[in-house]
């Protein structure tokens, strides 16, 4: 079977936006089992202003969601009908929604009863669970070449095109520049 690839664009803006949530989905547990806790706690603290820090991952992660998301639904939406493309999509966008509605202040001063609230830490379950039936998708449809596929940080001109006009390669057959 052939290698599958990915359009570079699709893995940047799928790449840093799964890093951005990572980044939230773990910031999250943090404030989370300092200021909530109700449902467990981290066996340790974790000492700074996570509250700041996960704001400004928020930030972030926005214009990255947004860029992919208008990405999946135009040039993607072929595979966004599959259910477990979407579904992460879907709870991304309940994550933010939530999170833009945030007080930063409400888990500082045990404010934990706002219906927003509830949604966000809601949104944070629905991301895991996601996720995870998002790779469960990737990884039976494709195995794990598919996966790589969309991991994968090469970026090649198209090959099939040539060397550039001028470029000394072109001249002479397997001959590989070591700058
Ligand atoms: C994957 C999971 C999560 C994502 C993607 C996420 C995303 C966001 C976003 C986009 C914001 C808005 C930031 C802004 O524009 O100011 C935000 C705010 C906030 N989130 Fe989350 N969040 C997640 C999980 C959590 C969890 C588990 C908690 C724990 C209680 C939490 C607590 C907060 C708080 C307190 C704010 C307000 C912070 C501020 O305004 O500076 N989040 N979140
Ligand atoms: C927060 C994490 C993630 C989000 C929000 C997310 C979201 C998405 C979306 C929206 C698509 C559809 C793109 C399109 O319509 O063109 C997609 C496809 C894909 N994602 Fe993710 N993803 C995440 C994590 C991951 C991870 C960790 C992998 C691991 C390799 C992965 C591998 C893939 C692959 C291989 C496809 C293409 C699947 C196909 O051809 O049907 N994703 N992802």
Redesign the pocket.
């Known amino acids: 079977m052939a290698r599958p690839t990915?359009p570079g664009l699709?893995r940047v803006l799928?790449g840093t936006?799964?890093l951005a949530?990572?980044g939230c989905w773990l910031s999250g547990l943090v404030v989370y089992s300092t200021y909530d806790g109700r449902w467990g706690r981290l066996p340790f603290t974790v000492p700074g202003n996570w509250i700041d820090i996960h704001g400004s991952l928020g930030v972030v992660l926005l214009p990255l969601a947004v860029l992919?998301?208008a990405?999946?639904l135009t040039?993607?939406?072929r595979?966004?009908r599959?259910p477990t493309?979407?579904i992460?999509?879907l709870a991304?966008g309940l994550a933010i929604g939530s999170g833009k509605l945030m007080q930063e202040d409400w888990p500082r001063t045990g404010q934990l009863h706002h219906v927003v609230y509830s949604l966000h830490l809601l949104a944070w379950l629905l991301?895991a669970a996601a996720?995870a039936t998002?790779?469960w998708?990737?990884l039976r449809?494709?195995g794990w070449p598919?996966?790589?596929?969309?991991?994968s940080t090469k970026f090649s001109r198209n090959l099939a095109a040539g060397p550039p006009p001028g470029h000394p390669s072109g001249a002479v057959p397997n001959h590989r520049e070591t700058l």
Request: charged share 10%; net charge positive; glycine share 8%.
């Open positions: 990915q699709l799928h936006t799964a949530v990572l992919l998301a990405y999946a040039k993607g939406r595979r966004l599959r493309n979407a992460p999509l991304l991301i996720v998002h790779l998708g990737v449809l494709g598919l996966a790589q596929s969309m991991l």
